[in-house]
């Protein structure tokens, strides 16, 4: 559920650029051999179930494997981790109870939660459910009284914790004029839609959201069946990962579910009917847009819009500490795609491209092979700010980066001293001083370049 952007080393994994406003649809046989590529070569997932669908027809290609001891065949029944595609769910929480009169988006949040909580205010303006829903509410991405939770960190987050928060919080942008990725602000959403209600999150998005529409396999507990069915999750270096569980925050990211469910999500949302199931709902989380910090993009309720090569794209991505997930919908095309892979590497490229060929794969430098010896001589820990280092670590052959509380990820040679990452779009260089003696690591991110000079 942690977003690129949550991460203090990066926000985007490679560019993806315009080839022509109209391509031809990616077939069968592209999108065998493009997971083929990821998983076989690039080393990017160790399993991937990908769903290119329309009105009347969808296709499913899977590669790889599931990675549990008793791994079954990858397919459209699947079990992942969706991470924040849980958000659409959460909002589409938000627009049944406005639909139903429950709640109007404009209410104070501060209304629904006990009279102890104090609800941080900013120049005499409160934060309303459309503030939360739409990543507006000037609440940080996530608190910080979230401890290090190590592989599950957002575990022990309880309600307490979150009001102890929000009482001692003080907004740094007005409610509704500022756009920040909140996992705090969607996690409080559901919260709030809970105490409302006086049902559990789970309970109420199984009712209200998979019961109506048909989705047997979408839950944040997993049935006897699911858990069979579950991909084993992998860290970004593949190692095997660790599922993450949720208290207070839920709405932010805990749903597990199939390419099979997510299709029926999809098409349940953008093709119904007027008398479809939470049509009214559906059409609510587009309704009202607001700005984010990319110019080409809006948020609505839950979904990001992205207009671009002639195409409107409604989309949502997830990624958890050991899945990486994409949902998104063509405008224009009436078509879209959904992504699950079982490892914490973005695939947002890929989930862009099947929606539109317009978009292009993330294209990264040639890889070549560096000396484990050479590669040994990089290890340690250089320091970007007071606060912050990367340490590098080598193994097998391999190099890999970990910036301070955060998960570790590879890099990849594309010189002797040259490395990259394929997780965000940076690249390091390791430099020697006269001596030759490896002394700084000169880090590209952002359009920046930092000196990090090794720790002794």
């Known amino acids: 559920m942690l977003r690129r952007r949550d991460l203090v080393l990066g926000v985007a994994a490679g560019a993806v650029f315009a080839t ?9 046989d592209e999108t065998r051999a493009i997971l083929r590529d990821r998983i076989d070569l690039a080393r990017q997932s160790v399993g991937m179930v990908v769903c290119s669908f329309d009105s009347s027809q969808h296709k499913i290609v899977a590669h790889g494997a599931g990675g549990g001891a008793d791994s079954h065949p990858l397919d ?8 924040s595609i849980t958000k659409v769910f959460t909002a589409l929480l938000l627009a049944d109870m406005v639909t ?14 006990p009279a102890n909580v104090r609800m941080p205010t900013r120049n005499g303006r409160q934060i309303t459910f459309l503030d939360l829903a739409t990543n507006t509410s000037g ?24 009001y102890a928060f929000l009482s001692g919080h003080a907004l740094r942008f007005d409610p509704g004029a500022h756009y920040e990725y909140s996992n705090l602000g969607f996690g409080l959403l559901g919260h709030v839609l809970s105490l409302k209600a006086n049902a559990r999150y789970e309970d109420l998005v199984v009712s209200r959201i998979c019961v109506p529409l048909g989705l047997a396999d979408t839950r944040i507990t997993l049935t006897g069946s699911m858990r069979e069915r579950l991909a084993r999750g992998h860290l970004s270096n593949l190692k095997a990962g660790t599922n993450w569980d949720f208290a207070a925050l839920a709405g932010a990211g805990a749903l597990r579910s199939t ?10 949302t953008c093709f119904a009917d007027a008398a479809s199931p939470l049509r009214a709902a559906a059409d609510l989380l587009l309704q009202t847009r607001r700005a984010t910090d990319r110019a080409s993009t809006k948020a609505g309720l839950g979904w990001a819009v992205t207009s671009d090569h002639g195409d409107e794209i409604v989309w949502k991505d997830g990624l958890t500490g050991s899945y990486a997930s994409y949902a998104g919908f063509s405008t224009r095309r009436r078509a879209g795609a959904i992504v699950l892979a079982n490892a914490a590497n973005p695939v947002n490229d890929l989930g862009l491209r099947l929606t539109n060929p317009a978009f292009t794969l993330a294209e990264y430098p040639p890889q070549v092979s560096v000396d484990p010896a050479l590669l040994a001589q990089y290890e340690g820990t250089y320091r970007m700010t007071p606060a912050f280092a990367l340490v590098i670590r080598a193994e097998a052959g391999r190099l890999f980066v970990r910036g301070s509380g955060q998960p570790e990820y590879e ?9 990259f990452m394929r997780f965000v779009d940076a690249q390091g260089t390791f430099l020697r ?17 930092r000196y990090c000079p090794r720790v002794p």
């Open 433 to 449: 001083n006269t001596d030759g003696v490896v002394d700084r690591l000169l880090w590209h991110q952002g359009g920046r370049y």
């Open 259 to 268: 390419a099979n469910d997510l299709l029926k999500f999809m098409r349940a």
């Open 100 to 113: 139903r009169g429950d709640v109007k988006l404009d209410d104070p949040v501060a209304n629904d939660l």
């Open 76 to 83: 459209g029944d699947s079990v992942f981790e969706i991470g």
């Open 139 to 162: 609440l940080p991405r996530i608190p910080d009284n979230l401890r290090d939770g190590g592989s599950n960190p957002y575990a022990a987050y309880a309600a307490a914790h979150l």
């Open 411 to 419: 890099l990849f040679a594309e010189a002797d001293n040259r490395f």
């Open 20 to 28: 022509q406003a109209h391509a031809d649809p990616v077939s069968e």
